[in-house]
């Protein structure tokens, strides 16, 4: 509770996400409405009295060169939803401290009861109390503290649900956690109550980030609603994943404030679509203390991830590409997919369906949405040799296998309860586009790391007909890309090729011969002229036949005398219906922008005008006349009959 007339109530009711990268970023990129600052500099935050403010800075001029003293032992907690977090950091903290360190956890298994409490010793298969976290926690020193589970502002939530540990618990063990590093992914954490601004006699401002400052600890916690997955490590639980895994890298000290950046770029640079969720928590992780404060640790140390090779990148030989610089390389991706242990489906009253969900993970992981079939994720290096920036990707080549009947695992965010597991829903296959550029690490003068990547997804969804419970799933293994790269930013007069938009695509036709073989595609691809149209595609599939299980694509040519209108031909192998075709229409500019048509998911049908619904599969039938009378007098009624076969 804060005074109706504060900047905190105001912040609260106008839903004002707090956080202080800006401080610290060069570049703020617009996302949807939205401004995210970019990490970059290190920001630290000291509150909140004049003493505490001072101690802090004591303290850290006391430490010899910065550094905190080496750390011997650490602590790590957790529950539900937050145990897969918990687990990796208590690895990356029991390998930093090495063999002789004190490795102290207190963690539950996901799924346990909450009335299944504590009996004698905690134990994973136990959910613990407050008590047990006060004897863990305020017990003995720890250096390391990685507290996950539930919290307000000032206090707990054990793993019982039922029993709690506020700040005041702590505020009566001084000194405890001096010179420690203090990490949680607790909702509120980091928020921090001014005491002006609270409602006398009912607010209890002695938050965690104003004790972690009585205590001379460094605190890196969420001024929010911090976020996970229920099934996998995401959103908030990952970055501190992410972080807990920086405090490792390289030899010697490592300031803290600079790996909750590096946590974060490295956040950014994994991802196929920065939701709201992402965003908020990246923005609301907070570091309170001195960001350059470093932790040393004894042990366990790893080198800096590495980086491909990039791709080297050849001039178009013709067209507008080759007066503007437009350069190509051809990228094969080769999806490693493993499939996921059965996960059962529960009725509302949490018993067992018999049905199981399902997904793939891929080598970078998964790639979980809200609402959305959890995709295998696979990130490559295709920064390019020669300078240029990657503008474009297309979609020229794929062999895949469909599995009908599957029930896709939904991303189901959570703050304080497990989420719910949706249906999925889509008449056409999810995600439409399979590969998707991240550009965070290129971005200049951010301290990043200066590549691009490419990030494939490579298994799609569809809803099956007629049972909207259950998908098709598409796996993906192999696909066939063509890169664009240019570093074209000049102007020529007025006109600036680079601000050019992709191609737009539209008049999508199509002929095919009365004897059929093969289908003729026309388009017409229109763009800004500065940047012309470089190069256009037909690449296509089937529903069922001999084109099924497979993409693959022909170039369509420019007509001579109308400049917008494209036109290819591919042909129809014996055997394949014409109703089961699929294809997709795609265009690139002089610049390397890539348009793509598919009407609106469902891909173009050979003989189907834009907007007609999809003829079903065609069934081979046949009809014959039933056995009647052999002889009958004029104008008496005869009874006649036929038998439709195949239908």
């Known amino acids: 509770p804060t005074l109706d007339s504060s900047a905190s109530e105001a912040s609260l009711r106008r839903n004002y996400v707090l956080g202080q990268d ?51 032992s650490s602590l790590v907690t957790g529950y539900d939803f937050l145990t897969s977090a918990a687990d990796l950091v208590q690895s990356d903290f029991a390998a930093g401290l090495g063999v002789t360190g004190r490795t102290d956890t207190l963690i539950t298994d996901q799924g346990v009861p909450t009335t299944d409490i504590t009996v004698g010793s905690p134990s994973r298969d136990k959910s613990w109390t407050a008590t047990d976290l006060a004897n863990s926690l305020l017990g003995s020193r720890h250096d390391l503290v990685f507290l996950a589970g539930h919290f307000s502002a000032n206090n707990t939530l054990a793993a019982d649900y039922a029993t709690t540990l506020a700040t005041t618990d702590l505020d009566a063990h001084p000194n405890l956690f001096t010179n420690s590093l203090v990490i949680s992914p607790g909702c509120h954490t980091g928020y921090n109550l001014l005491d002006a601004d609270g409602v006398p006699g009912l607010t209890v401002g002695l938050d965690w980030a104003e004790e972690m400052a009585k205590q001379r600890a460094t605190f890196i916690g969420g001024t929010g609603y911090q976020y996970a997955d229920t099934d996998f490590v995401a959103y908030s639980a990952k970055l501190y994943t992410l972080l807990t895994s920086q405090l490792r890298i390289g030899s010697g000290p490592v300031p803290i404030g600079p790996a909750l950046v590096g946590a974060k770029q490295s956040y950014l640079s994994q991802v196929t679509n920065l939701t709201g969720i992402d965003q908020k928590a990246l923005i609301e992780a907070t570091l309170y203390g001195l960001p350059m404060t470093a932790l040393d640790l004894p042990s366990g140390r790893t080198t800096a991830p590495g ?140 301290g990043t790391d200066g590549r691009t990547r490419l990030i494939t997804t490579p298994v799609q969804y569809r809803t099956d007909p007629g049972n909207t419970a259950t998908n098709t799933e598409r796996a993906y293994s192999q696909l066939g890309l063509q890169l664009f790269y240019s570093a074209n930013t000049s102007t020529y007069g007025t006109n600036t090729p680079a601000l050019a938009a992709p191609p737009s695509i539209s008049g999508v036709t199509d002929t095919t011969p009365p004897l059929g073989g093969s289908v003729t595609v026309s388009a017409h691809v229109t763009g800004d002229p500065s940047a012309g149209i470089q190069k256009a595609w037909v690449t296509y599939t089937a529903e069922t036949g001999p084109l099924h299980g497979a993409w693959q694509s022909v170039d369509l040519v420019q007509d001579p005398i109308d400049s917008t209108l494209w036109t290819g031909t591919f042909a129809i192998p014996s055997g394949q219906s014409n109703s089961d075709v699929r294809y997709i229409v795609q265009a690139v500019n002089g610049v390397g922008l890539v348009g793509f048509d598919n009407n609106l998911g469902d891909g173009y049908t050979p003989g189907v005008p834009i907007g007609a619904p999809t003829p079903p599969a065609t069934i081979p039938t046949s009809i014959s006349l039933d056995a009647g009378p052999s002889s009958g007098i004029s104008g008496d009624d005869l009874a006649v009959g036929a038998t439709l076969v195949g239908a």
Do not use: C, M
């Not at 990148?313 to 503007?324: D, N, S």
């Open 307 to 446: 980086t491909g090779a990039g791709i080297t990148p050849a001039l178009v030989p013709t067209g507008p590409g080759a007066v503007l610089g437009l350069t190509t390389a051809p990228f094969t991706v080769s999806p490693q997919l493993t499939p996921s242990a059965p996960k059962p489906v529960l009725d509302v009253d949490g018993t067992p369906t018999g049905d199981s969900f399902h997904w793939y993970s891929g080598p970078d992981g998964v790639q979980s949405a809200p609402g959305l079939p959890a995709l295998p994720k696979q990130i490559a290096d295709v920064t390019s040799t020669t300078g240029e920036v990657l503008r474009g990707v297309g979609f020229v080549s794929g062999t895949y296998s469909d599995t009908t009947g599957v029930i896709p695992l939904t991303g189901a965010p959570t703050t304080e309860q497990n989420g719910v597991h949706t249906d999925f829903l889509s008449p056409v296959f999810y995600p439409q586009r399979i590969a998707t550029v991240n550009q965070f690490g290129a971005l200049d003068n951010n």
């Open 22 to 72: 800006a401080y610290g970023a060069v570049s703020d990129v617009d996302i949807k409405g939205t401004v995210l600052p970019v990490p970059d500099l290190a920001v630290g935050r000291l509150v909140e009295t004049p003493d505490e403010i001072s101690g802090a800075i004591t303290e850290f001029l006391a430490l010899a060169n910065g550094v905190l003293p080496t750390p011997t």
